[in-house]
């Protein structure tokens, strides 16, 4: 111990190193306490990961629903097995028509039907008998028709004349001598001034004289 200067006892300078080192440890200690007891204080922060996505459903186009057709009501007569009205599907042709109303009769003149021709809803299929075909002059026989369209019931007439107040454009072209343009012209007379009163009166449609007349005039009809 060094002595006492002004009165006072002399610290040794050991001593003085060894009180701040157990204070600088002390400081320290404390402090690493401290962070230990708030570490520990404070929560744990939970890690929440979201529900993996549910599987999205795919959404497939309703199928369309097809169109289907109405079927069609078509009138058989003449040489077949049955005649009568029947239903027959969209698009059907001749032969089906036939075909449903039992087939063709034994008197049927096959060679005037054609089995491909397409009908339509109302149409009137007529199946001439070798008679009937018989009785039509031979210019006029590869003509016959068989399929009245709809809407013209009488377009078939008794055997081998045509009706000339109820017959189409396309009926009246199978005359000798009438044309398209011809056939218009009935037509387009008719309509204008009422069904024609004798076979006479169709001389007085526009391209119609007494020559042309008289080659047809064994194949027309007013009558039903």
Wanted: charged share 15%; glycine share 8%.
């Amino acid at each position: 111990m060094e002595e006492e200067e002004f009165g006072r006892p002399t610290v040794n300078w050991r001593e003085r190193l060894l009180c701040l080192l157990i204070g600088l440890f002390a400081g320290t200690a404390a402090a690493v306490i401290i962070l230990a007891a708030n570490q520990q204080a404070q929560p744990t922060a939970l890690l929440i990961e979201p529900p993996p996505p549910l599987p999205t459903a795919t959404l497939m186009p309703a199928p369309s629903a097809t169109a289907t057709a109405a079927p069609i009501q078509v009138y058989v007569s003449g040489a077949v097995l049955e005649s009568g009205v029947y239903a027959l599907p969209a698009g059907a042709r001749l032969g089906e028509a036939i075909a449903a109303a039992g087939g063709l009769a034994m008197d049927a003149e096959a060679a005037q039907i054609n089995l491909a021709q397409p009908l339509r809803d109302g149409d009137q299929v007529h199946v001439p008998t070798v008679e009937e075909v018989a009785a039509v002059p031979p210019l006029v026989q590869t003509a016959v028709p068989v399929v009245a369209p709809a809407g013209n019931d009488n377009s078939v007439p008794a055997p081998g004349r045509i009706n000339i107040n109820t017959a189409d454009a396309a009926l009246l072209q199978t005359l000798p001598g009438v044309g398209p343009s011809t056939a218009e012209n009935i037509v387009s007379f008719r309509e204008a001034n009422g069904p024609f009163a004798t076979i006479e009166a169709i001389m007085d449609v526009p391209g119609i004289g007494p020559a042309k007349f008289s080659g047809f005039a064994d194949l027309i009809t007013v009558d039903g």
